[in-house]
C-alpha cells in the first residue's frame, strides 16, 4: 500500500509494486507530469514575481503548450513542472560551518548558488570580475543575516585567483567547497571561417582554464577539510550542438575537467562534479522574452530554467547527501537533451497512442 511522509519535500507518495493508484487519487501509470497538484506551492518573492504569481503563469504556458502538442487543454491536465520560490523549505543546517568560495557570483547562477548555500548555513566568499556587483550582492545576504564576503576576482588572472582562495581561508579559517560559476559566451560570426582568435582564447581562457587555475588554487585547502566537494556549472552547449563554437568547447572540456580532477582528487577526500543547465532566465536574456517564449515548447517540462533550479543542484552534489557521488554530470534541463521534441512533434503528438 502507498504511503505519505511529511518532510521538508512537504507530502509524499511512496507506491508499491502491486498498487495502480498514488495516494492523490491519480492512476499510477499517467505521466508525471500530470499528478502534480493543482495548488501552487507555498510562496515567497522571487525576481519581481512571487511564487504563487509563478505558478500561475506556469498553469497557462502549461496549457498552451498541451494545445501545441494536440491535447486539449483541462484543468487535470497538467504539463510544466512550475518553478518553486526560493527558498523552498531548505535545510539551514546542511552548510552549517561550511566555507565557500563561489567564482562568478555577482548575478545569475552564480548569487542564486551563493544565497541558497547560505540560506543553509554555509559562510560564502562571492567572487566576480564586476567588483562593486559582487558587493552588493554580498551585502543583500548580510542583509538576511547571513556571513557573506565579496571580493572582486579575475579567474583568467592566476595570481587573483590565488588571492581569492587565501582569503577565503583567511576570513573563514578553511575552505570546504568550491562552485565555479565563472564563464564567458562570445556569440558567433556567421561564418565559422570569420571567428577571430582573442574571442575564442578568451571564452576557453575564462570558463575552462579559469576553473583549472580556481581548483588548481583550491584543492590543497580542500583535501585539509575533510569534506572538501568542488562543483562546476556546465551547459548543455557541451553535449549538443546549440552554437557558440568556443564556450560550447570549454563547457564540454569541463566535463572532461571534472572526471580526471574526480579520479585524482578522490584519494584526498574531494569530490568533484559538474552541472549542466539548460536555458536559464538570467541576466544574459534581459530583454529578449520573445526569445524565451520562442524556445519554451522545446523543454518538456515546460518551461525555461531559473537559476535556484541550478542552485538547489548545487547544493545537492556539494552537500553530504551526495557524500558517494563523484565525477558525475547531473544535467539539470527540464528534459531538453533527453527528450526528441521535434521528432514527437513531428509524429503528431507528446504521448504515444
Known sequence: MPSRAATRFGTVAVFCADCAYSVIGQPAF?????????????????????????AEHDAQQGGELLEERGHP???????????????????????ADHAVLI???ARGIGAAVARRLAEEGARVLLTDRDGPEVEETAARLRGLGHTARALA???????????????????????DVLVNCAASCTPDTPLFEDGPDDAWDRDLDITLTGTYRCCRAALPHLAASGRGA???????????????????????????????LAG????????????TPGTVRTSAWEGRDA??????PL??????????????????????????????????DGGLTAVNTGFRAARGGWDDE
Not at 585524482?264 to 552541472?275: C, D, E, I, K, S
Open 30 to 54: 499517467l505521466p508525471a507530469r500530470r499528478l502534480f497538484p493543482a495548488e501552487p506551492h507555498p510562496a515567497t518573492p522571487v525576481h519581481d514575481r512571487t511564487g504563487a504569481e509563478r
Open 73 to 95: 487543454r483541462t484543468p487535470s491536465a497538467r504539463v510544466i513542472v512550475p518553478a518553486l520560490p526560493f527558498p523552498s523549505m531548505t535545510d539551514t543546517t546542511r552548510f
Open 103 to 105: 567564482t562568478g557570483a
Open 153 to 175: 576576482c579575475d579567474v583568467a588572472d592566476r595570481a587573483a585567483v590565488e588571492a581569492a582562495v587565501a582569503a577565503a581561508v583567511a576570513a573563514f579559517g578553511a575552505l
Open 230 to 260: 568542488i562543483v562546476s556549472i556546465g551547459s548543455v552547449n557541451g553535449l549538443q550542438d546549440f552554437g557558440n563554437h568556443g564556450y560550447s568547447a570549454a563547457k564540454a572540456g569541463l566535463g572532461s575537467l571534472t572526471r580526471t
Open 264 to 275: 585524482h582528487a578522490a584519494a584526498r577526500g574531494v569530490r568533484v562534479n559538474l552541472v
Open 291 to 296: 526569445d524565451l517564449e520562442a524556445i519554451r
Open 299 to 332: 523543454y518538456p517540462l515546460g518551461r525555461v530554467g531559473e537559476p535556484e533550479d541550478i542552485a538547489a543542484a548545487v547544493a545537492f552534489l556539494a552537500s553530504r547527501d551526495a557524500a558517494w557521488i563523484t565525477g558525475t554530470t547531473l544535467v539539470v
